[in-house]
């Protein structure tokens, strides 16, 4: 009779026991619902807005709620409201994720609800959830930096002081890259990655930043028809590197242009074609001035003879012209041996360009066809 009173005993305590734990876990599990589920009130009427009434946005931790502002509602009007649920759903599942220390999951899902929503509370999150797992110092950075992109107002006054208490921190574990390619659509890769060609206004970009973590890194720029410019640059921890990538390409070309050159051959050819001819009517005369010397003085003239002043005037006129012949020869000769030798140096050659320093090459893109010309100064 005392052993079945004990075991008695023994059972109702184990079904107390187990009724005690079956409460206990329903008592956390709806709190667990209260803190990180998805349900959201009927009556939430600005579109998608995780305010304090919905869902995780209720969590009691400052830092699990979201302000509800017109701000917000000016930023979220592009955003379907299907879409801002859905994005919201997976921002509670990534809180509910991070509060049991499941940090990977976490951040996975805040990427997937920015993917959808890019809200700046989510950015805030996920850099949290990236501090945890130890991410590189420039993405948690540019994480925190879209979390404060438009303000306290987004994310709470408490969230907003903690993300720029982390950008600060941050700032001296990074480093700054400059990146300048002024030839224009050129494609230009830093990291391994292409950089965008336009500015949020459609112009296209010449000088790129970005936030990097120290390290060795490449940039080139590439275009067709050019040769591509590759350029390593050490990124200094809290410091910016400039980095200039300048665009050559070929042009086959000669020192100077053709025409002067043949133009000086021709002159010079016809000054000593002309000199020529004056040499050769020089040379007549002195012939004529040697007969008719002999047939005037044949036993020889005194100098002040008449007939031997008349005979030296035609000498005379005889060497000036055999004179001018000579420097016909002497200038015709330089001109054609110049230009013959400016002829034989001024063969094609291939010279090397840049498009960064006043230079004006072709611009081509769809539709439209010019020149760019860019100087500097």
């Known amino acids: 009779m005392i052993k079945w009173r004990r075991r008695r005993n023994t059972i109702a305590l184990g079904t107390l026991v187990v009724f005690g734990l079956v409460v206990r876990a329903s008592i956390s599990l709806a709190q667990a619902q209260h803190a990180g589920g998805t349900a959201y009130p009927a009556h939430n009427t600005k579109p998608g807005v995780p305010t304090h009434a919905a869902g995780c946005a209720r969590n009691a931790s400052s830092e699990s709620s979201v302000v509800e502002s017109d701000k917000i509602s000016e930023f979220s009007k592009e955003v379907p409201l299907a879409d801002q649920q859905k994005a919201i759903a ?38 949290k959830a990236q501090l945890k797992l130890a991410k590189e110092p420039a993405v948690i950075f540019q994480t925190f930096q879209r979390a404060v992109h438009y303000g306290a107002e987004l994310i709470g006054d408490q969230a907003y002081q903690e993300a720029q208490k982390h950008i600060e921190q941050l700032k001296r574990e990074i480093a700054w890259v400059v990146i300048v390619c002024e030839a224009p659509d050129a494609i230009v890769v830093f990291d391994g990655r292409v950089l965008p060609a336009t500015d949020d206004k459609g112009q296209p970009k010449t000088h790129w930043k970005r936030i990097v973590d120290p390290g060795d890194y490449v940039a080139r720029a590439t275009r067709p028809g050019f040769h591509e410019a590759t350029q390593s640059v050490a990124a200094i921890q809290g410091e910016t590197a400039h980095v200039r990538l300048v665009l ?5 070309q000669r020192r100077w242009p053709r025409w002067p050159l043949w133009s000086a051959v021709a002159l010079g050819s016809a000054v000593i074609g002309a000199s020529a ?85 072709p611009h081509v893109r769809p539709g439209e066809l010019g020149l760019h010309a860019n100087f500097r100064f």
């Open 277 to 361: 001819v004056v040499h050769w009517q020089a040379d007549r005369r002195f012939d004529n001035y040697d007969r008719a010397y002999g047939e005037a003085c044949p036993q020889g003239c005194l100098p002040g003879n008449p007939k031997r002043q008349a005979l030296d005037a035609n000498e005379r006129r005889a060497q000036r012209w055999r004179r001018i012949a000579e420097i016909g020869y002497s200038v015709g000769g330089t001109l054609l041996i110049t230009g013959l030798t400016l002829l034989l140096l001024n063969h094609e050659r291939v010279v090397t360009r840049s498009v960064d320093n006043g230079e004006v090459v």
């Open 90 to 127: 997976l921002y509670c599942e990534g809180n509910a994720a991070y509060q049991i220390g499941q940090h990977r999951d976490a951040a996975a899902l805040y990427e997937q609800a920015i993917g959808i929503w890019p809200h700046p509370r989510f950015y805030y999150n996920l850099g």
């Open 248 to 252: 050559t390409y070929d042009v086959v």
